[in-house]
C-alpha cells in the first residue's frame, strides 16, 4: 500500500455498493485477453469517479466475484473497461467470462477501489508490467504524462501478440520487451539499479516478476515501491484455536481449525464486507485494537504489518489467544 498517494476521490464513491451496468461491448486486444465495457443500462450520469491503478468488482454466475484493474482514462466517466485474460487455472472468474460472458448482459460491479495509487510529487515515475499486468500501468502512465511528469514505461511479455493495448502503449513511448524475441527474459534488476534515488518504482505483472521487482528494490525507501499482485502470497490462515472480540458489542466468537476469521464472523451471524477472500482486494481491511494479527494478505507494507493496527480478516489469522476487532 502506498505511504503517499495522488488526492482520493470522493469518499461516498469509492468502493461503496455496487452498479448494476450493462456490458455493451467486448473487444480483442490480445492473443487471451479481452476488453470489457461496462455503461449505465439507462441514463448518461458518470460512473463513480476513480484514479489511476483502480479496479472494480465484478460480481457474476453462481456467485463470484472478482476484481478487474480499469484500463480507460479516468476522465471519461461514461463506462468501466476492465482488461482480461482467460486463465484456465484460474478459480473460474476469467474463463467464465471469456466464454459466457455477452453483449447486453447485465452485472453488478461494484464501485472503484484503489490500493495501488500514484504517489504524489515530482518525483520520476518507473513502471514495470507484465503481460496482464498492463491493465493498471497502462492508465498510470497516461496520467503521468498528462501532468507532465518525469516516468518511463517498461512492459514485458513472452511472445509480441501477446502484448495488449499496443497502440496506446506506442504513443506512450513504451520500452517492449518480448522475451522470445530478445532471448530471455525482462531484466528488472538492471531498471531498478538505474532508477534515479528517491524514484517511485510500481510493479505489476506475474508473480515471479513482482518477486524479482521486490527482491531487486529490497534495498531503496519501501514508500518508493509499489506493487500490485492478481495472485496472494501466503497461504490462508487455517490454523485456528483463537477467539476474535467484537468491540462494538463485545462478542467473542472462537475461531476453529480450518475457518478464516471472516468464516467465523459469518457463521455467527456477523456481516462484514468481502470480496476476493484471498488478501488482494482490501475490502475486509478491519481495524485492530488488540491482539497480534497472523498476517497473510498482499496488500500491507512490512512497515504496516508491524504496526499490527490493521488486518485483512478473509485470510490472515491470529499469533495469540485473542484479537479485538474495531466491529
Not at 110 to 136: M, V, Y
Not at 212 to 223: K, L, M, N, T
Request: aromatic share 4%; proline share 6%; charged share 20%.
Amino acid at each position: 500500500m502506498n505511504a503517499q498517494a495522488e488526492p482520493a476521490v470522493a469518499a461516498e464513491a469509492e468502493g461503496t455498493g455496487t452498479l448494476s451496468l450493462l456490458l455493451t461491448a467486448i473487444r480483442y486486444a490480445a492473443r487471451g485477453i479481452h476488453l470489457y465495457e461496462f455503461r449505465r443500462a439507462e441514463g448518461d450520469e458518470p460512473l463513480p469517479p476513480f484514479t489511476p491503478g483502480a479496479h472494480v468488482d465484478l460480481h457474476l454466475a453462481g456467485g463470484l466475484v472478482r476484481q478487474y484493474s480499469l484500463v480507460n482514462p479516468p476522465e471519461d466517466r461514461s463506462c468501466y473497461v476492465v482488461g482480461v485474460k482467460r486463465d484456465p487455472a484460474s478459480r473460474g472468474g476469467s474463463v467464465f467470462m471469456h466464454d459466457q460472458l455477452r453483449v447486453g448482459t447485465q452485472v453488478e460491479v461494484g464501485g472503484p477501489r484503489n490500493n495501488f495509487e500514484l504517489a504524489a510529487g515530482d518525483a520520476p515515475s518507473i513502471l514495470i508490467a507484465g503481460g496482464i499486468g498492463i491493465t493498471p500501468i497502462a492508465c498510470m502512465a497516461a496520467r503521468l504524462r498528462a501532468q507532465g511528469r518525469s516516468w518511463e514505461l517498461h512492459y514485458s511479455v513472452r511472445e509480441r501478440r501477446e502484448a495488449a493495448l499496443l497502440d496506446q502503449l506506442e504513443a506512450l513511448h513504451t520500452h517492449l520487451h518480448v522475451d522470445a524475441e530478445r532471448g530471455g527474459l525482462l531484466d528488472i534488476a538492471s531498471i531498478v539499479r538505474a532508477a534515479p534515488a528517491g524514484a517511485q518504482l510500481y510493479c505489476c505483472g506475474p508473480a515471479p516478476m513482482l518477486d524479482a521487482f521486490e527482491a531487486a528494490a529490497s534495498g531503496r525507501d519501501p514508500a518508493t515501491v509499489h506493487v500490485e499482485r492478481f495472485t496472494p502470497i501466503a497461504p490462508l490462515a487455517l490454523g485456528g484455536g483463537y477467539t476474535v472480540r467484537l468491540a462494538a458489542s463485545q462478542r467473542s466468537i472462537p475461531v476453529l481449525a480450518g475457518q478464516t476469521i471472516l468464516d467465523a464472523l459469518r457463521e455467527a451471524g456477523v456481516e462484514v464486507q468481502a470480496s476476493c477472500e484471498q488478501g488482494i482486494c482490501g475490502t475486509c481491511e478491519t481495524r485492530v485494537l488488540r491482539g497480534v494479527p497472523d498476517h497473510r494478505d498482499s496488500l500491507l507494507s512490512a512497515q504496516e504489518r508491524a504496526r499490527n493496527d490493521v488486518m485483512m480478516i478473509c485470510c490472515s489469522g491470529c499469533l495469540g489467544d485473542e484479537l479485538v476487532l474495531d466491529l
